[in-house]
């Protein structure tokens, strides 16, 4: 499935649209991880929670829930907030 | 023996590697590493002399450190940030915002480093900063937990622990600070710790036998005498001479309307009589600028009895700018270089142990930190 990243991760991956697979938004990161050592921390934190200024959309739809449940053609959208300076 | 000297400068937006000629007269600024990044603190590691490790995140991104073994060339994410454990379902669990300070280990402990993190928490590397473990002894001990307080106990920035330093003589004793929390040592690598506020002043009005009311800036151990401890603490500059544990407050010799209130503290690499604070204001809403707008280092050169003047260089008036906690330092040489950076992004150095200053870079982001050494 299509994965769009923030600017912020290209240094991870490269380019700001990936494929990946995985049942679950946990599956996506951690396999995520596995290829881009470090990103999975970088979003999520240690308590299984997407960072304060991360926000995640399955299908444009807004999920806090690592354990959503994807299909194939299912997109992925991960940003950061607009803020900061 | 021809040696140049490197400062790393940690910023809000990134990093530095700033070195100097054999006579530290000319500076050779090298960067940005990590441009758009926090870096709260960089080090180079005084065991091989040619590792850095350099704690960063950013606005939206999570905490990570990297690493370089070749001055900054190329660099390595860590491979297991510093983290807390996951909390147990329906506990509240605490998250890493960032790391803070970075100490190297023990000269025997090669590839052992520290660091505190905002909110507090201690964690230790055993293979040169790549994997990071929790120090439970600290993080998850109840006492230190309530001692710890939450995020309303902390400095604006967050609560942060500060100042981890390893006894040259013993790598089991540590000493660690927390701003707020108080000032904490153990004698068995962080598994049981004991506190070392006594001494110490707090608010008006507080139980000063209590860590949670004191909030020591700045610790630093004395090279040239590893039982003396000097304080700069949100209540007054400090001096501890071991076994003792009752701080002596040395800052009340300070000229009064200076006061003793700072955030540096740096220490003579060889004689323990000579420190160094960086005075800030104090007084009433805290603005934390130079006094009066008129920036000046304060040399004591008899373990706090006296203490001087150092502002030739600086600006006389109208500069508003202050120094954070971990942005002064010393270099080793015999006559001692000392540096600092200002919140306003201008790196200052001294050559002569305070005597004169002149900027080798101006213009940079806000400075979080600089550390020197000398390089053979």
Known sequence: MKMLLPSALISYTGCSEIE?????????????????????????????????????????????????????????????????? | MVTVTMLCVATRKGAWLVRSDTKRKVW???????????????????RDQQTILATAKTGHLGPTLFRSTDFGKHWQEATQPPAFFKAAEGEIGRTVDHSFWLTPGHASEPGVWYVGTSPHGLFRSEDGGLTWAPVNGLNDDPQYRLWMGGPQDGTPDGPKLHSVIVDPRDPAHLYVG???GGIHESHDRGVNWSSLIDGIEVMDGLDASHAEFHDPHC???????????????HFGIYRLDRPKNSWTRVGKNMPTDVGDIGFPMVVHPHNPDI??????????????????????????KDGGGNWQRQDRGLP???????????????????TAGLYFGTTSGQLWASPDEGNSWHTIAEHMPQIYAVEASVLA
């Open chain 1, 20 to 85: 990946v697979r995985g049942d679950t938004l946990a599956d996506v990161f951690s396999l995520l991880d596995q290829r881009f050592s470090g990103l999975r921390f970088r979003v999520i934190d240690e308590q299984n929670q997407f960072r304060c200024h991360i926000r995640c959309f399955v299908n444009a739809q807004q999920t806090v829930d690592l354990t959503h449940k994807l299909k194939q053609e299912d997109e992925i959208l991960l940003m950061q907030a607009l803020s900061g300076g």
């Open chain 2, 28 to 46: 050779t600024v090298e960067g940005p590493h990590f441009l758009g990044h926090i870096i709260h603190h960089m080090v180079l590691d005084p």
């Open chain 2, 178 to 180: 927390m701003s707020s």
């Open chain 2, 275 to 300: 420190a160094w604070v960086f005075p800030m204001d104090g007084t009433n809403v805290w603005p934390r600028t130079s006094p009066g707008g008129k920036p000046a280092v304060y040399i004591t």
């Open chain 2, 316 to 334: 006389a008036e109208q500069a508003w700018w202050t120094v954070m906690r971990q942005a002064m330092t010393v270099d080793s040489h015999d």
């Open chain 2, 219 to 233: 610790v630093r151990q004395c090279p040239g005498n590893p039982d003396r401890l000097y304080l700069q603490s």
